[in-house]
């Protein structure tokens, strides 16, 4: 059964980077589409970024579009979410999951909708202050 682990958060000041990983164990990364989402304090769950489970096609919340960046590295079995240019209000935890329905389970799906996900790792905790 899939797993997933999601690593590399961490306090940065505004105007920072850092690079999320999600690596998977227990099955291979190539037949899936991966999302990251974040959940702030006090807040509902926000998808952030997906992609295919190719690397063909991408997609990103306006929120984040032009500073972040998703990619993968199947042979790696990892999928990374590099985040540039942080601000305060991009603090949250930061989740990697993967479709739940067999019928989306490769494709890139940017949605706010996490119950149409499955395989949920524990989290990255990424917080953005001066």
Not at 8 to 34: E, F, H, K, M, N
Not at 59 to 83: C, H, P, W
């Amino acid at each position: 059964q899939l797993q997933l682990v999601e690593s590399g958060g961490g306090v940065v000041q505004p105007g920072g980077s850092l690079r999320l990983s999600c690596a998977a164990s227990g099955s291979t990364l190539d037949d899936y589409g991966i999302a990251w989402f974040r959940q702030a304090p006090g807040k509902e769950r926000e998808g952030v970024s997906c992609i295919s489970s190719s690397g063909g096609m991408t997609n990103y919340a306006n929120s984040v579009k032009g500073r972040f960046t998703i990619s993968r590295d199947n042979a790696e079995n990892t999928v990374y979410l590099q985040m540039n240019n942080l601000k305060p209000e991009d603090t949250a935890v930061y989740y990697c999951a993967t479709p739940r329905f067999t019928t989306l389970q490769a494709m890139c799906v940017l949605t706010n909708d996490d119950r149409a996900f499955g395989s949920w790792g524990q989290g990255t905790q990424v917080t953005v202050s001066s």
